[in-house]
C-alpha cells in the first residue's frame, strides 16, 4: 500500500474545505476530494447584514427564531458580526455578487425580516462562490489536491487522529499520515430517498468520527427544503426559497394557498414549518404546487435561471404553469461536535461545514446561513491550524474501512419513512429495530458497519426527544 505524509489533511472540497485550506497559510494542506460538492448547488446565497435597514442584532434575531431558540449563542454572534466582513472578503476574490447602481443587490427569503441574502448569477451563488475558490486554490502554493480520492476510513488511537485510509477512483489503496485532519465533507442527504443533495453526501465523514469517538450534536436535527422539484431524478433539482420572496406562492391541487392559515409569515414561514404542511399534503395524497406566473414578465427566466432550466429540462413553464414540487432532504443542522474554532473532541481531528455541529443553526437552519458558516468558520478553522504546533503523525487504526457502494434503496426509505418531515414514536421504534438487525448480520453494500451505526444514533436520539 502505497503511504504519503502531509501536514494538514481536509476531507472534502467544498466552500468550507475550500475556505479552510486557503486560510491555513503558514501549514502544508492536502485537499482530497471525490469532486462532488453540495456548495455548487446552493442557488440562493449568503446572508449578510449589509442593508441599510438591517443590522447583525436583527440577523441574530432571526437566526435564533429559525433555530427554536436551541442555537449556540457565541456562534451566532460570531457568523452574524462576521457575514459582511465574509461578503466583503469573497468579492475582493473575485466572486460576483449581483449589484444595482453600484450597490449589492439583496433577496428576501423565508424567516428573515430583511431582504439580506447576496445572490451571483440569479439563482447560482454557490457555483460562482466555488469558481472563485478554485481559481484561488490554483494559485496557493501550501495545497496540494488529490483528486479522485475517497477517504474510506480515519486512522486514529490514543493520542488523536493520524490521517485516512483512502482509495482512489481504480480502488488502490493509500494510507494518507497527517498531523492533522479537518472533516469537510457535507451532509448526510443521499441517505434519503428524496434529497437535494448530491450522491457524495452520504455522511462519511460523520459516520468515521463517530467510530473514532467524536462526540456529535444534534444528530436527528435534519432540514427538509419545501420546494424541490417533483421529478424522477436523484438528486431533484432544487428550486430556491427566494421564488417564494419574489412573490410566488404554495398551492394545492384546487388552487387554495396551502400556507396562509399555517404560520402568520405565509410562503415564507421557517423552512421547517412549510416543508412539514407540504408533507403533511402528501401523505394525505394530495400534490402541491409552486406557482409563479403571477411573477412580471420573464422574471423566472432572469433572475432564477438555474430554477427555470431544471423547470424546462421537464417540460414545464414557469411562466405558465404552476411548478409541482415535494420537500427533500436538505441540509443536516446536526454533526461533529466542534467549538468555534472548529475542534473536535478527538485530539487533532477538527471539523468545518455541514459536517460539523457548531450550534449557529439550532434546529431549524436560517435560509442562506451555510456559507455563510463555511465561510467565516473555515477561516477561523485555518487560522487555528496556522497557530497550532505541529505534532508527531499517529497511524493506529481502529476502524474498518467504509464500503464505497451507493446507499440501498432500504436504508433511503427507512430515513425518509422514520426520519422524515413528520417524526413519530412508532416509526422511530420500527427504525431502530431494522437497523439493529441489519447491524447483526453483515450489511449489503453501502450499509457499511459505520453508516448503520450512525443511522441508529440519529433515530435513537429522534426517540429520546419524541
Same mark, same amino acid.
Not at 187 to 207: F, K, V
Not at 327 to 355: F, K, N, Q
Not at 380 to 395: F, W
Given at each position: 500500500?502505497?503511504?504519503?505524509?502531509?501536514?494538514?489533511?481536509?476531507?472534502?472540497?467544498?466552500?468550507?474545505?475550500?475556505?479552510?485550506?486557503?486560510?491555513?497559510?503558514?501549514?502544508?494542506?492536502?485537499?482530497?476530494?471525490?469532486?462532488?460538492?453540495?456548495?455548487?448547488?446552493?442557488?440562493?446565497?449568503?446572508?449578510?447584514?449589509?442593508?441599510?435597514?438591517?443590522?447583525?442584532?436583527?440577523?441574530?434575531?432571526?437566526?435564533?427564531?429559525?433555530?427554536?431558540?436551541?442555537?449556540?449563542?457565541?456562534?451566532?454572534?460570531?457568523?452574524?458580526?462576521?457575514?459582511?466582513?465574509?461578503?466583503?472578503?469573497?468579492?475582493?476574490?473575485?466572486?460576483?455578487?449581483?449589484?444595482?447602481?453600484?450597490?449589492?443587490?439583496?433577496?428576501?427569503?423565508?424567516?428573515?425580516?430583511?431582504?439580506?441574502?447576496?445572490?451571483?448569477?440569479?439563482?447560482?451563488?454557490?457555483?460562482?462562490?466555488?469558481?472563485?475558490?478554485?481559481?484561488?486554490?490554483?494559485?496557493?502554493?501550501?495545497?496540494?489536491?488529490?483528486?479522485?480520492?475517497?477517504?474510506?476510513?480515519?486512522?486514529?488511537?490514543?493520542?488523536?487522529?493520524?490521517?485516512?485510509?483512502?482509495?482512489?477512483?481504480?480502488?488502490?489503496?493509500?494510507?494518507?499520515?497527517?498531523?492533522?485532519?479537518?472533516?469537510?465533507?457535507?451532509?448526510?442527504?443521499? $441517505?434519503?430517498? *428524496? #434529497?437535494?443533495? =448530491?450522491?457524495?453526501?452520504?455522511?462519511?465523514?460523520? /459516520?468515521?468520527?463517530?467510530?473514532? !469517538? &467524536?462526540?456529535?450534536?444534534?444528530?436527528?436535527?435534519?432540514?427538509?427544503?419545501?420546494?424541490?422539484?417533483?421529478?424522477?431524478?436523484?438528486?431533484?433539482?432544487?428550486?430556491?426559497?427566494?421564488?417564494?420572496?419574489?412573490?410566488?406562492?404554495?398551492?394545492?391541487?384546487?388552487?387554495?394557498?396551502?400556507?396562509?392559515?399555517?404560520?402568520?409569515?405565509?410562503?415564507?414561514?421557517?423552512?421547517?414549518?412549510?416543508?412539514?404542511?407540504?408533507?403533511?399534503?402528501?401523505?394525505?395524497?394530495?400534490?402541491?404546487?409552486?406557482?409563479?406566473?403571477?411573477?412580471?414578465?420573464?422574471?423566472?427566466?432572469?433572475?432564477?435561471?438555474?430554477?427555470?432550466?431544471?423547470?424546462?429540462?421537464?417540460?414545464?413553464?414557469?411562466?405558465?404553469?404552476?411548478?409541482?414540487?415535494?420537500?427533500?432532504?436538505?441540509?443536516?443542522?446536526?454533526?461533529?461536535?466542534?467549538? $468555534?474554532?472548529? *475542534? #473536535?473532541?478527538? =485530539?487533532?481531528?477538527?471539523?468545518?461545514?455541514?459536517? /460539523?455541529?457548531?450550534?449557529?443553526? !439550532? &434546529?431549524?437552519?436560517?435560509?442562506?446561513?451555510?456559507?455563510?458558516?463555511?465561510?467565516?468558520?473555515?477561516?477561523?478553522?485555518?487560522?487555528?491550524?496556522?497557530?497550532?504546533?505541529?505534532?508527531?503523525?499517529?497511524?493506529?487504526?481502529?476502524?474498518?474501512?467504509?464500503?464505497?457502494?451507493?446507499?440501498?434503496?432500504?436504508?433511503?426509505?427507512?430515513?425518509?419513512?422514520?426520519?422524515?418531515?413528520?417524526?413519530?414514536?412508532?416509526?422511530?421504534?420500527?427504525?431502530?429495530?431494522?437497523?439493529?438487525?441489519?447491524?447483526?448480520?453483515?450489511?449489503?453494500?453501502?450499509?457499511?458497519?459505520?453508516?448503520?451505526?450512525?443511522?441508529?444514533?440519529?433515530?435513537?436520539?429522534?426517540?429520546?426527544?419524541?
Amino acid at each position: 500500500m502505497t503511504t504519503l505524509d502531509t501536514d494538514v489533511l481536509v476531507l472534502g472540497a467544498g466552500a468550507a474545505g475550500l475556505v479552510t485550506a486557503l486560510s491555513a497559510r503558514g501549514r502544508r494542506v492536502c485537499l482530497l476530494y471525490t469532486g462532488d460538492a453540495a456548495s455548487e448547488l446552493a442557488q440562493g446565497g449568503i446572508a449578510a447584514a449589509v442593508g441599510a435597514d438591517d443590522s447583525p442584532e436583527l440577523h441574530a434575531a432571526d437566526t435564533r427564531m429559525a433555530g427554536r431558540g436551541r442555537n449556540d449563542d457565541a456562534a451566532v454572534r460570531l457568523a452574524c458580526d462576521g457575514a459582511p466582513a465574509a461578503a466583503h472578503w469573497l468579492e475582493s476574490l473575485g466572486v460576483r455578487f449581483a449589484r444595482t447602481d453600484g450597490v449589492w443587490s439583496l433577496h428576501l427569503e423565508a424567516a428573515h425580516s430583511r431582504a439580506r441574502v447576496l445572490h451571483a448569477g440569479g439563482d447560482a451563488t454557490g457555483a460562482e462562490i466555488m469558481r472563485a475558490l478554485r481559481e484561488q486554490l490554483a494559485r496557493a502554493s501550501h495545497i496540494e489536491v488529490l483528486p479522485g480520492m475517497r477517504a474510506v476510513a480515519l486512522l486514529h488511537g490514543p493520542r488523536g487522529a493520524g490521517g485516512v485510509l483512502a482509495r482512489d477512483a481504480g480502488g488502490k489503496a493509500f494510507t494518507v499520515r497527517a498531523r492533522d485532519v479537518v472533516v469537510a465533507t457535507g451532509g448526510i442527504g443521499a $441517505l434519503y430517498q *428524496r #434529497t437535494t443533495n =448530491p450522491a457524495s453526501a452520504r455522511g462519511d465523514g460523520l /459516520a468515521m468520527a463517530l467510530t473514532a !469517538g &467524536a462526540r456529535c450534536a444534534e444528530l436527528a436535527s435534519v432540514q427538509f427544503h419545501p420546494t424541490a422539484l417533483d421529478v424522477a431524478a436523484r438528486p431533484l433539482p432544487l428550486l430556491t426559497e427566494a421564488l417564494r420572496g419574489a412573490g410566488a406562492h404554495l398551492l394545492d391541487e384546487t388552487g387554495r394557498r396551502i400556507m396562509q392559515a399555517a404560520h402568520p409569515l405565509g410562503d415564507l414561514a421557517p423552512r421547517d414549518v412549510v416543508a412539514q404542511v407540504v408533507h403533511q399534503e402528501q401523505v394525505a395524497g394530495k400534490g402541491v404546487w409552486l406557482d409563479a406566473t403571477s411573477l412580471h414578465g420573464t422574471e423566472v427566466a432572469q433572475s432564477f435561471p438555474t430554477a427555470y432550466r431544471a423547470c424546462r429540462q421537464y417540460d414545464i413553464d414557469p411562466h405558465r404553469e404552476p411548478i409541482k414540487v415535494t420537500c427533500a432532504a436538505h441540509y443536516h443542522m446536526g454533526g461533529i461536535a466542534v467549538d $468555534l474554532d472548529g *475542534r #473536535t473532541s478527538v =485530539p487533532r481531528l477538527w471539523a468545518v461545514g455541514e459536517a /460539523a455541529c457548531t450550534g449557529l443553526h !439550532g &434546529a431549524n437552519r436560517l435560509a442562506s446561513n451555510s456559507l455563510l458558516e463555511a465561510v467565516v468558520f473555515g477561516q477561523r478553522l485555518g487560522q487555528a491550524l496556522g497557530r497550532e504546533s505541529s505534532a508527531p503523525t499517529v497511524c493506529d487504526n481502529d476502524s474498518r474501512e467504509l464500503d464505497e457502494g451507493e446507499v440501498p434503496a432500504e436504508l433511503r426509505d427507512l430515513m425518509w419513512r422514520c426520519l422524515g418531515p413528520m417524526r413519530r414514536a412508532a416509526s422511530l421504534d420500527e427504525g431502530i429495530a431494522t437497523v439493529q438487525a441489519l447491524r447483526s448480520r453483515s450489511p449489503a453494500p453501502g450499509a457499511s458497519a459505520e453508516r448503520l451505526a450512525l443511522i441508529d444514533a440519529m433515530l435513537r436520539t429522534a426517540r429520546r426527544a419524541a
